[in-house]
């Protein structure tokens, strides 16, 4: 079964990093692409960022644009999301996302 397992969330200051990584299992991970989305508290999940199976392309919300960048290692089926110039409305759970299935998120916490 698809499993998807994310970590590397934590509390930072407005202007500092993190990277999220997403573990997959259960399918042909370098044959799919992949999603990251977040959920800040009392809004709608939002898209982030999507990376083609290859890898050879991407795609940002404008929101993040500049900001973070997705990226994967096929070879240990997870796929990344490192983001830098962290804002306070960064604040969500972050989830990686194939097709219907999600992971349990990690919460990122970004402080001003």
């Known amino acids: 079964q698809v499993q998807l397992v994310e970590s590397g969330g934590g509390l930072v200051q407005a202007g500092g990093s993190l990277r999220l990584s997403c573990a997959a299992s259960?399918?042909?991970?370098?044959?799919?692409?992949m999603n990251w989305f977040r959920q800040a508290p009392g809004k709608e999940r939002e898209f982030v960022a999507r990376i083609t199976g290859s890898g050879s392309s991407t795609i940002y919300a404008d929101s993040v644009k500049g900001r973070f960048t997705i990226s994967r290692d096929n070879a240990k089926n997870t796929v990344f999301l490192q983001m830098n110039s962290l804002k306070p409305e960064d604040t969500a759970v972050y989830y990686c996302n194939h097709y219907g299935y999600w992971g349990q998120g990690t919460q990122v916490t970004v402080s001003s």
């Open positions: 259960g399918y042909t991970f370098s044959g799919y692409s």
